[in-house]
């Protein structure tokens, strides 16, 4: 596609629930970010993938999160047993990393809220 | 590790008055520096980069903004903002080689006053 794009949009779900969000990136990026960006928290960075190498979980914030990247393109972010602060929109971002082409690409993000 | 700081929250400003959005990184190694802006109810979108040369590097919107190694910062600057500047900006940094990992910091919320 044109853009990175990201499905849902919106989800609302009751806490406890699980919840899958996917992200398409640009065909042919090879980088993948998550990043979550709450009200006044800035972005805050979830998990990286790049290539076939071993991904960046470092920005994950417990157990209950955890990221896919099925066949280095779309990848699924999935929150279990959901928690009313896990609120926030969840961003993902696609990029080159050849030589200087490293500019990321963003999607309009899913807004997640916990009820 | 990388890391960068945003020290202003919020910046209230009179529409062609001129505006400068501070950023300060800290990096062991050699990085790229970023600027993105966010409009209300938008999603980020490049606007401007650093990667080597020219310290002075210029944007869309007539923004720009000065690599300064010495005092690692990378300040955005505009000589005179319009109302429809206002939104969230934020600044980034990331590896030039290796994971390229972009880290973003907090965000400054810029707010062009009539």
């Known amino acids: 596609g044109a853009g990175v794009s990201q499905s849902p949009s919106n989800k609302v779900t009751e806490k406890g629930k699980d919840v899958e969000l996917r992200c398409d990136p640009i065909?042919?990026?090879?980088?993948l970010y998550w990043y979550r960006q709450s009200l006044g928290q800035g972005l805050e960075f979830l998990i990286y993938?790049?290539?076939?190498?071993?991904?960046?979980k470092s920005g994950l914030p417990s157990d209950r999160f955890s990221a896919e990247r099925t066949g280095g393109s779309v990848s699924t972010l999935t929150i279990q047993r959901t928690q009313q602060e896990d609120s926030a929109v969840y961003l993902c971002?696609?990029?080159?990393?050849?030589?200087?082409?490293?500019?990321?690409?963003f999607g309009q993000g899913t807004r997640l809220t916990v009820v | 590790a990388q890391s960068v700081t945003q020290l202003d929250s919020q910046v209230p400003v009179f529409e062609e008055a001129p505006v400068e959005l501070r950023c300060n990184y800290s990096?062991?190694?050699?990085?790229?520096l970023f600027w993105y802006v966010q409009y209300p109810n938008q999603g980020l979108q490049l606007l401007l980069k650093?990667?080597?040369?020219?310290?002075l590097v210029k944007g869309i919107n007539g923004f720009e903004a000065e690599f300064n190694k010495s005092q690692t910062s990378f300040h955005l600057r505009k000589p005179s903002v319009h109302i429809s500047d206002t939104a969230e900006y934020f600044c980034?940094?990331?590896?030039?080689?290796?994971?390229?990992?972009?880290?973003f910091g907090t965000g400054t919320r810029l707010k062009v006053l009539a």
């Open positions: 980034a940094v990331s590896e030039t080689s290796g994971t390229y990992k972009y880290i």
């Open positions: 993938f790049q290539g076939n190498s071993a991904p960046d």
């Open positions: 650093y990667l080597s040369g020219s310290t």
């Open positions: 065909s042919g990026h090879t980088a």
């Open positions: 990096s062991s190694v050699s990085v790229y």
């Open positions: 971002a696609s990029s080159l990393t050849t030589g200087l082409n490293t500019e990321a690409f």
